[in-house]
Nanobody, 125 residues
Framework: QVQLVESGGGLVQAGGSLRLSCAGS????????MGWFRQAPGKEREFVAA????????YYADSVKGRFTISRDNAKNTVFLQMNSLGPEDTAVYYC??????????????????WGQGTQVTVSS
């Protein structure tokens, strides 16, 4: 059974940094696209970043481009999200997810079939 467990969230001041981790188990981790999404209170879940199975291709939402970096270590079944220059608008629960093979767009939440439980990121102004 596939399991994804996020960690690394917390409270940080505006301008600070956090590094999220997502540890996967129960599947061939290194053969899947992985993504990060976030959901703020009262808002829909939104795409943050995605990475191809090899790590050779990365994708970002415009709102985080240049500030966030997604990476992965397939030997450790882990995907990371380095978040710099955080602002209050980045406050949300962050989820990692495994993309369904063949789904078209990396930015569509409907294209991911396994999700972690989420980790809270709170940025104070």
């Amino acid at each position: 059974q596939v399991q994804l467990v996020e960690s690394g969230g917390g409270l940080v001041q505006a301008g600070g940094s956090l590094r999220l981790s997502c540890a996967g188990s129960g599947g061939t981790f290194g053969t899947y696209f992985m993504g990060w999404f976030r959901q703020a209170p009262g808002k829909e879940r939104e795409f943050v970043a995605a990475i191809s199975w090899s790590g050779g291709n990365t994708y970002y939402a415009d709102s985080v481009k240049g500030r966030f970096t997604i990476s992965r270590d397939n030997a450790k079944n882990t995907v990371f999200l380095q978040m710099n220059s955080l602002g209050p608008e980045d406050t949300a629960v962050y989820y990692c997810a495994r993309k369904t093979p063949g789904s078209v767009r990396v930015s569509w939440a409907s294209g991911y079939n396994y999700w972690g439980q989420g980790t809270q990121v709170t940025v104070s102004s």
